[in-house]
Nanobody, 116 residues
Framework: QVQLVESGGGLVQAGGSLRLSCAAS????????MGWYRQAPGKQRELVTY???????NYADSVKGRFTISRDNAKNTANLQMNSLKPEDTAVYYC??????????WGKGTLVTVSS
């Protein structure tokens, strides 16, 4: 079994920054992609960013230039640095991990609230 635990969410003013962390534990051999999704109230869950095992990254257009994903393969962690936050970034942020054997796991989410 694999567990993903997010941390770092909270309340911040527009223009501020937050850093989210995701720690993977359990049977975590051969994680491929790790990523962050978010779900705002009344909206579908959407991809924010992901990073491959080799370090390649992909970002949603809405966060390019403001968010940065990083990863520590030795520690099985993925971090999301969020700068210049906007009220529309308010959402529950979920960590996701894809494994080479096809397994996919999700964290329980951490709430990010950006006030105007």
């Amino acid at each position: 079994q694999v567990q993903l635990v997010e941390s770092g969410g909270g309340l911040v003013q527009a223009g501020g920054s937050l850093r989210l962390s995701c720690a993977a534990s359990g049977s975590i051999f051969r994680i491929n992609d790790m990523g962050w999704y978010r779900q705002a109230p009344g909206k579908q869950r959407e991809l924010v960013t992901y990073i491959t095992n080799s370090g390649s990254t992909n970002y949603a257009d809405s966060v390019k230039g403001r968010f940065t994903i990083s990863r520590d393969n030795a520690k099985n962690t993925a971090n999301l640095q969020m700068n210049s936050l906007k009220p529309e970034d308010t959402a529950v942020y979920y960590c996701m991990a894809n494994f080479y054997d096809g397994r996919q796991y999700w964290g329980k989410g951490t709430l990010v609230t950006v006030s105007s």
